[in-house]
């Protein structure tokens, strides 16, 4: 998500300081700028800087989009707002944004970015005037920007994994086959596939978010063949797995 959202901000004419934990290879950013502008009108010249130390970012408004990992995020929180004074977002799909930090607010966009969904939530109005800019370039690309509440997974990832969740304890729990929930889905909900959404996101991922999702509403379920699944190294898209294999 990291490089589409760069790819999203050079497209519209944005200057974008990139930082990584690992060096990060200019011809991947090139890459996803091509693919991200099949769907994206480029609307300006960006200009792209990769950083490899946190102390050079500057003064600039931050979008984090670490993995899922409250540790990991409260210090890049942490450590980029002692330097920069500017507004800090987070990308998070599962954490609320005031868990990561008092001052940090949310973007969180979706994969593809060309769904061109935005969930947003400002701590006070200071930072949501600081948004302006970036709220303007995404609502002149047609983008929904839906302002949410302060709790974890927001509304869209909180209604979908509770939603894998389910589908998943059919499984294991009443013992349904696979078969049987993709005829039901066939029917309904637009003839989506939930098993590609969880390959699609991963599987890694897809178990992390219902993990912290679960920590504040015991009510969700946590499927068992996610870990499982990991255990035989069966991650989804990223290695041309599917947790289909596991459900069967």
């Not at 929930?181 to 596939?193: A, D, F, P, Q």
Request: include cysteine; aromatic fraction near 10%; charge should be positive.
């Amino acid at each position: 998500m990291g490089r589409q959202i760069a790819a999203l901000f050079y497209l519209g004419g944005f200057e974008v300081n990139i930082w990584n934990d690992v060096p990060m290879v200019a011809r991947d950013l090139e890459r996803c700028i091509k693919l991200v502008a099949k769907n994206i009108p480029k609307t300006g010249e960006g200009k792209v800087n990769y950083l490899y130390d946190l102390e050079k970012l500057g003064h600039a408004i931050t979008i984090e989009a670490a993995l899922e990992d409250l540790t990991v995020k409260k210090k890049l929180y942490e450590t980029i707002s002692k330097k920069n004074e500017e507004s800090y977002f987070t990308n998070s799909s599962s954490y609320s944004p005031q868990e990561i930090g008092g001052k940090a607010g949310l973007l969180h966009f979706f994969n593809p970015i060309s769904i061109g969904l935005v969930e947003t939530w400002f701590p006070d109005n200071q930072i949501r005037v600081s948004a302006v800019g970036i709220l303007e370039y995404l609502s002149g690309l047609g983008f929904s920007l839906v302002e949410v509440k302060n709790n974890r997974g927001s509304v869209a990832n909180y209604l979908l994994f509770k939603e894998i969740s389910s589908v998943l304890e059919l499984i294991e729990k009443y013992g349904y086959k696979v078969e049987a929930v993709e005829k039901i889905y066939s029917k309904l909900y637009s003839g989506r596939n939930i098993f590609n959404i969880i390959d699609l996101v991963g599987v890694d991922i897809t178990r992390k978010i219902i993990m912290n999702l679960q920590e504040q509403d015991k009510s969700i379920y946590l499927p068992k063949c996610l870990e499982v699944a990991l255990q035989k190294n069966i991650l989804g898209k990223k290695n041309n797995s599917s947790i289909r294999q596991v459900c069967l």
